[in-house]
């Protein structure tokens, strides 16, 4: 019998959600995407350390900035990456310019830039956004002139349908964030199918497809297993090493549950402009508070390693 993390890449294409490589070795999903919390965490490993020393050497050579320095810390593992996976990484545009579309577009070409100067196409690296108006209407340009986004923290319909209307590349829905929210406010005890992270990746999945959207659904920020099974066939899903180990070692049936041919009911369609979409928005506390809330950690987490570069460029001097 096969185990169900060979029967999910039967039908979801699965995508390694670390900065640690010998875990992305083990498990060969088909994308990675990284973030600063991730890259914050590899950083300090001794397996990585070649990556944080060039980057540093790098800042001193050129007398950059930490922010230059920690971009370049994220291209170096962004590039290692592309030599693991055969597909798209994700590298992630600093959260503290989630709210301002001009700076994003900017950061976003400076980053394909160094990619490019490594000798690695655009059509490999996917350019992480976070999902605020501002991030949608810089995905918008961006994918006008090619370069793929992948919009992040979704925690509602109307951030998916503000991607779609930007024609992002992918979007990636936080389960696991919906789950922790509608907990501590008190809701529950949730099953895997009455899970509220599930059902509103389930509502996006079926929207899209229902009205012919081409942008891909990739489900993110999993606790359990029971979340990841309950989304077999999404177009993608993105999980941790542990969460792929106990899937690796499962040797139970998987059933498909999301399905193109038969996507499921689709919410009415909905026409957004910014003003609908910050009043749609506004009206989810739960959204609302886990996208504000994300933006924070992530910020909080950028700040970390670029404090972290900052101190080895010091000792360097």
Not at 235 to 244: C, N
Request: hydrophobic content about 45%; proline content about 4%.
């Amino acid at each position: 019998m096969t185990s169900k993390l060979d029967a999910l890449r039967e039908m979801s294409t699965v995508v390694a959600d670390t900065g640690d490589m010998e875990s992305i070795k083990a498990f060969k999903p088909t994308d990675s995407t990284t973030n600063p919390t991730l890259i914050l965490k590899a950083a300090q490993l001794p397996a990585y350390a070649h990556l944080v020393d060039e980057a540093v050497a790098w800042g001193r050579k050129h007398n950059a900035p930490a922010n230059a320095v920690t971009d370049r810390l994220a291209v170096n593992f962004g590039a290692e990456l592309t030599r693991i996976v055969p597909g798209r990484v994700s590298t992630e545009v600093d959260a503290d310019l989630s709210f301002d579309t001009v700076a994003t577009i900017a950061k976003a070409k400076a980053l394909i830039a160094d990619y490019k100067s490594r000798g690695i196409g655009h059509e490999r690296i996917l350019i992480k956004v976070a999902a605020t108006w501002e991030g949608a209407q810089a995905a918008a340009a961006l994918q006008r002139e090619g370069i793929d986004c992948n919009l992040t923290l979704i925690f509602s319909l109307a951030q998916a349908i503000a991607c779609a209307d930007a024609k992002a590349f992918l979007i990636s829905p936080f389960v696991g964030r919906i789950l922790d929210w509608h907990v501590k406010a008190g809701g529950g005890p949730y099953t895997a199918e009455t899970d509220p992270g599930v059902v509103s990746v389930r509502s996006i999945y079926a929207y899209y497809k229902t009205y012919g959207i081409k942008t891909v659904v990739m489900g993110a920020s999993f606790r359990n297993i029971g979340e990841i099974e309950s989304l077999a066939g999404c177009d993608r899903l993105t999980i941790s090493p542990q969460l792929l180990g106990e899937l690796a070692k499962d040797q139970g049936p998987l059933i498909r549950r999301l399905d193109p041919k038969s996507p499921g009911k689709a919410p009415e369609k909905i026409a957004l402009d910014e003003k609908r979409f910050r009043w749609i928005l506004n009206e989810d506390q739960m959204a609302t508070e886990k996208l504000s809330d994300g933006i924070r950690l992530f910020a909080k987490d950028l700040a970390s390693l670029r404090e972290l570069v900052s101190s080895r460029m010091a000792k360097a001097a």
